[in-house]
C-alpha cells in the first residue's frame, strides 16, 4: 500500500575526521560561509588563464594582426574566472562535507540556526516547492560538488534534508534561553 506522504531518503555518511555541517549546502551558504582564503586562492587560479594565454603570445606570436588578442584574452579571462569559481565553491563545499578542517564553520553554522531556532524561522529557510520536489532537489545535489567537474550541479532550492540531526540546535537553543531565564 502506497503512502500519501513522500519518504525521506536518509543520506549516506562519509566517514570524515571532521563534523559535518551539510551534506547539501546551498549556493548562498558556500558562498556566504568561505574564508577569505578561499577568495584568495580563487582569484589566483582566475588570473592564470590570461597570463598564460598572455604569455603564449609573448613568447610564440600568433601574429593575427590589430584586433585578434583582445577577444582570445577576453575568452580567457571568463574561463579564468569559472574557473575561480569552481575552486571557491569546492574548498568551501569542502569544510561543508567535513573533508577538510571546519571548526570555524561549525561554529558559525550552530550560531546561525540557533538564533533561527530562537526566532522561530525555518532552518533552512522557506522553499515554495512541493515536499516532493524538495526531495528530488536533496536527492539529486547531495554531495553533487564531488562530481561538479564533469555535472555542475548544485543547490537552489531550500529543503530539509542536509544529513545532520537538527535537534542540536533546538538543544542549544534551549540552554541559551534557559540561562538568559536564570540570569
Known amino acids: 500500500m502506497a503512502s500519501s506522504t513522500t519518504a525521506i531518503v536518509p543520506p549516506k555518511r562519509a ?75 569546492q574548498r568551501s563545499c569542502r569544510r561543508f562535507y567535513g573533508f577538510t578542517e571546519n571548526s570555524r564553520e561549525v561554529e558559525r553554522d550552530m550560531r546561525e540556526m540557533v538564533d533561527k531556532v530562537k526566532k522561530g524561522e525555518p532552518l533552512y529557510g522557506v522553499s515554495k516547492v512541493s515536499d516532493y520536489i524538495q526531495g528530488i532537489a536533496a536527492r539529486n545535489s547531495r554531495y553533487s560538488e564531488l562530481f561538479i567537474h564533469v555535472l555542475p550541479w548544485i543547490n537552489i532550492v531550500n529543503h530539509d534534508q542536509h544529513g545532520v540531526d537538527t535537534a542540536k540546535y533546538y538543544q542549544q537553543a534551549e540552554r541559551e534561553l534557559e540561562a538568559e531565564r536564570t540570569a
Do not use: C
Not at 58 to 79: E, N, Y
Open 15 to 89: 566517514n570524515t575526521d571532521y563534523p559535518l555541517i551539510d551534506s547539501d549546502p546551498h549556493l548562498r551558504r558556500v558562498f556566504g560561509y568561505a574564508r577569505p582564503s578561499d577568495y584568495a586562492v580563487a582569484g589566483g587560479m582566475a588570473t592564470v588563464s590570461p597570463i598564460a594565454f598572455w604569455i603564449m603570445e609573448r613568447v610564440s606570436p600568433s601574429h593575427v594582426g590589430r584586433g585578434g588578442f583582445a577577444p582570445v584574452m577576453r575568452l580567457a579571462s571568463a574561463v579564468g574566472i569559472l574557473g575561480g569559481l569552481h575552486v571557491l565553491y
